[in-house]
Structures are given as C-alpha cells and as structure tokens.
C-alpha cells in the first residue's frame, strides 16, 4: 500500500466522518515533508459558509499549523476533484500537487454538479450571470499604488 492511497484514504474517512457531523459527502489532507499538517471536511451546512468546502478547510488548518500562508512542497489529498473554488485555493495555496478519489462527474452524479462554475469562470465578464460593474477605478487603484510602494511587504 503506497503513502498516497494511506492518505487518500484518510481525506476518505473524513468525508464519511462529514456526513456524520452534517456536512457534504467531501474530505481533504494537506501533507507536507510525509506528515498531515491540515485536515478538513465540509462545512458548508454546518457553519452557514459556502466557501467551508473540505479543501479550503483543510488549508486553512494547514497553513496555521506552519504559520506560512505558503504551502510549497505540500500535497493535497482529498476525496474528490477539486470544485473551480478549491483548485483556485489550492493554487493560491502554492500547493504542488493533487491526488484525489472521485471525479467531476462522480460528484455531478450525486447533485454536486460544479460545470455550471467552470462554464462562468470561462465566460467574459459581460456574458456571466452574476452583473459585473466596474466603478471608482482610479479611486480603487490608490490602495494598490500604496502597495507597490513599500518597501517592507510581504509578497505573496
């Protein structure tokens, strides 16, 4: 039995686990260096959060567990294929590498059917279904001029 399956097997446990608690049917462990340093599951119903998806919990933890907002070198397991959300956390994340259980479609099967947000994500903004405006640009761009000015930041 390989590392990866054991800790697949461990998001899988916490998806099971979720449902227990509530939550959606999703699980996820973040791995650095051969240990768990998060672990998470849905808690979308549970917390009244649409963004408490398994993934994103599980990075939230992990990140806290080594006080770095940068998880480079670590692997994500998690129970199903990332939903746009997640994958777009994971790569915020710095995370190098996923390793998952169900699919896309799998998920679709069961209600959890994320093509619709892949489908927005691909649109131009003028064509998505949710109304973007753009106002107070120049105005909004004073706090990203401060940015690029200090010397002092933490770049991320």
Not at 43 to 61: G, N, W, Y
Not at 78 to 106: K, Q
Not at 108 to 136: C, H, P, T, W
Request: proline residues 3%; hydrophobic residues 40%.
């Amino acid at each position: 039995m390989s590392l990866d399956e054991n800790f697949l097997r461990e998001a899988i446990q916490l998806a099971t686990k979720s449902l227990e608690l509530g939550g959606g049917p999703f699980g996820a462990v973040i791995v650095k260096d051969g240990q768990i340093i998060g672990r998470g599951h849905n808690r979308v119903t549970v917390d009244f959060d649409p963004t408490a998806h398994a993934e994103v919990m599980a990075i939230r933890e992990a990140c806290k567990t080594i006080n770095d907002f940068s998880l480079k070198g670590a692997t994500l397991y998690t129970s199903c294929e990332p939903c746009p959300m997640c994958l777009t956390a994971t790569y915020w994340a710095r995370i190098d590498r996923i390793v998952y259980g169900n699919d896309r479609a799998s998920a679709a099967s069961i209600g959890f059917d994320d093509s619709y947000f892949y489908d927005q994500v691909n649109k131009k903004i003028e064509e998505r279904d949710v109304l973007m405006e753009q106002i107070l640009a120049e105005e909004a761009f004073s706090s990203f001029k401060k940015w690029s000015e200090l010397e002092d930041k933490t770049e991320y």
